[in-house]
T-cell receptor
Framework: GQNIDQPTEMTATEGAIVQINCTYQ??????LFWYQQHAGEAPTFLSY??LDGLEEKGRFSSFLSRSKGYSYLLLKELQMKDSASYLCAVMDSNYQLIWGAGTKLIIKP | GAVVSQHPSWVICKSGTSVKIECRSL??????MFWYRQFPKQSLMLMATSNEGSKATYEQGVEKDKFLINHASLTLSTLTVTSAHPEDSSFYIC???????????????FGPGTRLTVL
């Protein structure tokens, strides 16, 4: 079966750095997405990786290793507004998004 | 950017009634739209894929007669929850797929979601 694993919850301090990991097992691979979702709102797109390596976009970076079935989202200089759930999703061979359960990130002052 | 709207943003209805949710792509045409359901503290669950001009493709376990999907135009898809019951209470989110650009994938843009509460 297809499976996306990510931690349920993480806590970090304002101004610090946090890394949210995601491992996946899917039938085929056409890219990995990270989305941010605040409570009661729809997800918003953060990043897309289809090749191995690190993609940097401001305070957020996303890394992919296809051979390991592994990705992480790195958030730097954490701000209180970064408190949200972060969803990892993989596009399989049918171009269908398979979603992880999300990681709830709690930022403390 | 690409904007997707949903209407209504929240709805409360009595058990046994039907509720229609609209999903519109405001500044682009979407051949494909997706309907998701999300229960509290859970991830998005794809319900169906809606293709303009053809029947929707439902995921396993989703009753097509209960969740009616109509994708009548390239900018509008509707989801009708028929004979709603309290267990149908959830956050319903649509997304619209914009065609290939310079990227190697078709971007999905999400609507703001509709919170349905069935009493």
């Amino acid at each position: 079966g297809q499976n996306i694993d990510q931690p349920t919850e993480m806590t970090a301090t304002e101004g610090a750095i946090v890394q949210i990991n995601c491992t996946y097992q899917t039938s085929g691979f056409n890219g990995l997405f990270w989305y941010q979702q605040h409570a009661g709102e729809a997800p918003t797109f953060l990043s897309y990786n289809v090749l191995d390596g690190l993609e940097e976009k401001g305070r957020f970076s996303s890394f992919l290793s296809r051979s390991k079935g592994y990705s992480y989202l790195l958030l730097k200089e954490l701000q209180m507004k970064d408190s949200a759930s972060y969803l990892c999703a993989v596009m399989d061979s049918n171009y269908q998004l398979i979603w992880g359960a999300g990681t709830k990130l709690i930022i403390k002052p | 950017g690409a904007v997707v709207s949903q209407h209504p943003s929240w709805v409360i209805c009595k058990s046994g009634t039907s509720v229609k949710i609209e999903c519109r792509s405001l500044d682009f045409q979407a051949t494909t739209m997706f309907w998701y359901r999300q229960f509290p503290k859970q991830s998005l669950m794809l319900m169906a894929t809606s293709n303009e001009g053809s029947k929707a493709t439902y995921e396993q376990g989703v009753e097509k007669d209960k969740f009616l999907i109509n994708h009548a135009s390239l900018t509008l898809s509707t989801l009708t929850v028929t004979s709603a019951h309290p267990e149908d209470s959830s956050f319903y989110i649509c997304s619209a797929e914009r065609g290939a650009s310079s990227s190697s994938y078709n971007e999905q843009f999400f609507g703001p979601g509709t919170r349905l509460t069935v009493l």
